[in-house]
């Protein structure tokens, strides 16, 4: 069975984790605040703070804005759960988006359309590796959180994305465009939101008492995260060369295949087409072929929550399915993705 996503880590990664474990340093240290310098160099920001997890990012950034209860925060409902959670745990009220059903991004009309006085914050995740609208939304005076938790290394407008909003977070897990196993980090242009992130990840030895977390990355983390982020550039070329092999394989069939613009560079961190048949029943069709292809979005955040008005994301959400795509899927497995998509999705037309 291909798996529908996969780490890509070498014998270099394994080192450079050896090296530091015999070191006696394993939790945030140095090797921390150079992930930390190597990422604001490579977003183009002040700077970062590495934190436990992509999560954390979004909890910390949204106390570091001063948001809590009474206050409002949208975002898009085609999204994992991870961003409902952050606006939770601060109390504050999730106001959710509808999405661009060509782009998966969230709908620039929707989003103003539900703005109010009380609107105090925007994340906006940048979905599978391609940017959101970041100018449109920018333009409306409001803090935006950028999600580039799938979307390290693409660009719009030619500046990497997590160089535009007030803060930005980015995610390491595994499956990850690059990885720590479990990590995150967040970006900004602020030396004052910088410095509340880096007082609120830490809560020991401290003059005074407020409520603070313990968010931190270990050196261990960081060193994978460093050696990752120095073949970056080869990830996402492998992802394109894989996305452009897809595309040119599956032009002409009844489905609908990603976009892409020229003010914005997608990474393919999810290779997502529109099928034109049961979603369930293509699911299982590629399983049977040894292929292991997901939903992009398990539940949409609506549904958790039990409402309705959300045509676009419904629609996408009965027809998106999701390639495998890493730059560890051998030559043989993509050809083998290929075959099986072409001989399910041939019936579609």
Same mark, same amino acid.
């Given at each position: 069975?291909i798996?529908?996503?996969? @780490?890509?880590?070498?014998?270099n *990664?394994?080192?450079?984790?050896?090296?530091?474990?015999?070191?006696?340093?394993?939790?945030?240290g140095?090797?921390?605040?150079?992930? #930390?310098r190597?990422?604001?160099?490579?977003?183009?920001?002040?700077?970062c703070?590495?934190?436990?997890?992509?999560?954390?990012?979004?909890?910390?950034?949204?106390?570091?804005?001063?948001?809590?209860?009474?206050?409002q925060?949208?975002?898009?409902?085609y999204?994992?759960?991870?961003?409902?959670?952050?606006?939770?745990?601060?109390?504050? %009220?999730?106001?959710?988006? *509808?999405?661009?059903?060509?782009?998966?991004?969230?709908?620039?009309?929707?989003?103003?359309?539900?703005?109010?006085?009380?609107?105090?914050?925007?994340?906006?995740?940048?979905m599978?590796?391609?940017?959101?609208?970041?100018?449109?939304?920018?333009?409306?005076?409001?803090?935006?959180?950028? *999600?580039?938790?799938?979307?390290?290394g693409? %660009?719009?407008?030619?500046?990497?994305?997590?160089?535009?909003? %007030?803060?930005?977070?980015?995610?390491?897990?595994?499956?990850?465009?690059? %990885?720590?196993?479990?990590?995150?980090?967040?970006?900004s242009?602020?030396?004052?939101?910088?410095?509340?992130?880096k007082?609120?990840?830490?809560?020991?030895?401290k003059?005074n008492?407020?409520?603070?977390?313990?968010?931190?990355?270990? /050196?261990?983390?960081?060193?994978?995260?460093?050696?990752?982020?120095?073949?970056?550039?080869?990830?996402?070329?492998?992802?394109?060369?894989?996305?452009?092999?897809?595309?040119?394989s599956?032009?002409?069939?009844?489905?609908?295949?990603?976009?892409?613009?020229?003010?914005?560079?997608?990474?393919?961190?999810?290779?997502?087409?529109?099928?034109?048949?049961?979603?369930?029943?293509?699911?299982?069709?590629f399983?049977?072929?040894?292929?292991?292809?997901?939903? @992009?979005?398990?539940?949409?955040?609506?549904?958790?929550?039990?409402?309705?008005?959300?045509?676009?994301?419904?629609?996408?959400?009965?027809?998106?399915?999701?390639?495998?795509?890493?730059?560890?899927?051998? /030559? #043989?497995?993509?050809?083998?993705?290929? #075959?099986?998509?072409?001989?399910?999705?041939?019936?579609?037309?």
């Open positions: 069975m798996p529908h996503s996969k @780490p890509t880590i070498d014998k *990664d394994a080192e450079l984790l050896s090296q530091v474990m015999l070191s006696g340093q394993i939790a945030q140095e090797k921390v605040a150079d992930f #930390e190597q990422m604001a160099r490579f977003i183009g920001v002040k700077g703070v590495a934190t436990s997890s992509g999560t954390a990012g979004l909890h910390l950034s949204l106390i570091a804005l001063g948001i809590g209860q009474g206050d925060v949208l975002f898009p409902t999204v994992c759960a991870a961003l409902l959670n952050a606006v939770n745990y601060v109390r504050a %009220t999730p106001v959710l988006v *509808d999405i661009n059903p060509r782009s998966f991004n969230l709908d620039v009309c929707d989003l103003k359309a539900k703005l109010t006085p009380k609107s105090k914050a925007v994340i906006l995740p940048h599978f590796g391609l940017p959101a609208d970041i100018d449109e939304i920018m333009a409306l005076g409001i803090p935006v959180i950028e *999600d580039c938790a799938q979307a390290v693409a %660009t719009f407008q030619k500046k990497p994305v997590g160089s535009f909003g %007030t803060l930005a977070v980015f995610s390491f897990y595994a499956t990850k465009v690059m %990885t720590t196993g479990e990590g995150g980090m967040v970006a242009h602020s030396q004052a939101l910088l410095e509340k992130l007082d609120l990840r830490e809560y020991d030895e003059d008492y407020r409520l603070r977390f313990n968010y931190k990355m270990s /050196d261990l983390q960081a060193a994978l995260g460093l050696a990752q982020l120095a073949r970056l550039a080869d990830f996402v070329s492998q992802r394109r060369k894989t996305a452009d092999l897809y595309s040119a599956l032009k002409g069939f009844a489905v609908d295949l990603p976009q892409e613009s020229e003010d914005r560079r997608h990474i393919f961190f999810r290779y997502v087409i529109r099928a034109k048949r049961p979603l369930a029943a293509i699911l299982r069709s399983e049977q072929r040894g292929v292991c292809c997901r939903r @992009p979005v398990h539940k949409s955040l609506h549904r958790f929550l039990g409402l309705s008005g959300f045509p676009w994301t419904e629609e996408v959400s009965k027809s998106a399915l999701s390639l495998p795509i890493y730059p560890s899927l051998k /030559d #043989e497995e993509t050809k083998k993705v290929i #075959e099986a998509a072409q001989g399910i999705l041939r019936y579609c037309l």
